[in-house]
């Protein structure tokens, strides 16, 4: 029982904590889950969205209710010419209740009004342009997420052979002691035996130092607790680390061509501005004329309203506009050249990518080869070191030269990764 409760005291701390098996595609949806600046982006969709609802309910009809309270101290006069009432002499006479009131209801509503539909479409095509926009910023952070998993592990490779190979030069130590002892070893050899020991030690802790920063920034760009175990179930070796999209569109160039629309569409709305806009107009409202405020007098209240059509018709536009109109002229050119060379730029950085993907399945070819071959050499040389037939120094000779093939293996394949995903990138399908 004693036993029982002293091995759940050890592991409890470590109970305590997360484990979290993730694959590649896994990590980089979880980034796009997790991230706060994901979340944040989306709020600029809401507000381009809130933008075209907006602008739609300009087609509906403003009515306005209005009041007016007057109180006449003094009255304006009206000129009444010689022989209007018998009078031989014009005169100037004024005319007007001391209370004047007035409350009414005002409708307008737009019949004919270009600028409307236009800045719909200007909305709509901001919305577009803004989740091209987000899609871009998860592009790139799945390019993080993506980078920093395969860091990490080219880094958990790296400090496994570190391991292995402080296990290995410490049997080499223990044998060279023990032969040293009987004296069937120099000095010398001990020694350097010793010393490869040491440094093999101090290369299996950097490795492990190195580990666990490259799991932290994994951390950190998938935004979860750092006391969180990853359990990385992908591997360098493993088929379906990345899949084979079929390409997309770069949002370089979709960006590029939405902001054309823009320059388009912004034009159009120029142009569309000397065009006459029509509205319809109606007014109702209730009216009382009396010396004092005594609004229960009911014969002194009289209702008027009228329906109308109100057309605006721009004249100076014509001259105004012309300067912007030039202005985006010049932008919609502008934007033609920079899409025609960020498409050569796609294009070259998708050459070059795939470039980068053939040389390196071939460097994954020919280390593996080496590697295989560095081995064979290995095993040999270290069955004729146990049986005494093979000096220290060759053999080490031998070790380090399996372990620069190790190396340059798993750096092989390491890099050949990072081009598929930068050759995704490239195409627009990561």
Not at 16 to 32: R, T, V
Not at 132 to 152: F, G, M, P, W
Not at 410 to 417: H, K, P, S
Request: charged share 20%; with cysteine; net charge neutral.
């Amino acid at each position: 029982m004693k036993k029982i409760l002293f091995i759940l005291f050890i592991t409890l701390p470590f109970l305590s904590y997360a484990q979290l098996p993730i694959s590649l595609q896994q990590a980089m949806d979880m980034s796009l889950k997790n991230r706060y600046d994901i979340h944040a982006n989306q709020y600029n969709i809401l507000i381009s969205g809130n933008e075209i609802s907006k602008n739609k309910k300009e087609w509906l009809p403003d009515i306005n209710g209005s009041g007016d309270i007057r109180y006449n101290i003094q009255f304006q006069a009206t000129y009444i010419p010689a022989g209007f009432g018998g009078s031989d002499k014009p005169s100037l006479l004024a005319l007007a209740p001391k209370n004047v009131t007035v409350f009414g209801l005002d409708l307008h509503q737009n019949i004919y009004n270009p600028g409307i539909s236009n800045d719909i479409k200007i909305a709509k095509n901001n919305l577009a342009l803004q989740q091209e926009k987000n899609r871009a910023d998860e592009i790139t952070i799945k390019t993080q997420v993506s980078e920093a998993y395969l860091n990490v592990l080219l880094k958990q490779l790296q400090y496994k052979i570190a391991t292995d190979d402080e296990n290995r030069y410490k049997e080499y130590f223990q044998l060279a002691e023990g032969k040293y002892n009987q004296g069937a070893l120099i000095e010398n050899d001990f020694l350097h035996a010793k010393l490869d020991y040491e440094n093999a030690r101090l290369q299996s802790t950097t490795a492990k130092q190195n580990n666990d920063l490259a799991i932290d920034n994994l951390k950190y760009q998938l935004n979860v607790p750092v006391n969180t175990i990853l359990l990385l179930t992908d591997s360098l070796n493993s088929q379906n680390v990345l899949n084979n999209p079929a390409p997309g569109e770069r949002t370089e160039i979709r960006q590029l061509m939405l902001e054309q629309q823009n320059n388009t569409l912004q034009l159009q709305k120029i142009r569309q501005s000397v065009l006459p806009t029509l509205a319809f107009t109606a007014n109702y409202s209730q009216q009382f004329l009396y010396d004092n405020f005594n609004y229960t007098k009911s014969e002194w209240w009289a209702p008027f309203s009228y329906v109308g059509l109100k057309l605006n018709v721009p004249i100076s536009a014509h001259f105004k506009n012309k300067s912007t109109i030039r202005e985006y002229q010049y932008r919609i050119s502008r934007t033609d050249w920079e899409l025609k060379q960020k498409t050569a730029d796609v294009e070259n950085d998708i050459r070059t990518a795939q470039t980068s993907l053939n040389n390196a399945l071939q460097n994954v070819e020919t280390t593996k080869r080496n590697y295989e071959l560095s081995n064979i050499i290995y095993r040999n040389q270290q069955q004729q070191f146990t049986a005494g037939s093979f000096e220290y120094s060759n053999l080490l000779d031998t070790e380090k030269s399996l372990a620069t093939a190790e190396q340059n293996y798993i750096r092989a394949v390491y890099d050949c990764l990072l081009a598929k995903i930068n050759l995704q990138k490239a195409q627009g399908n990561l």
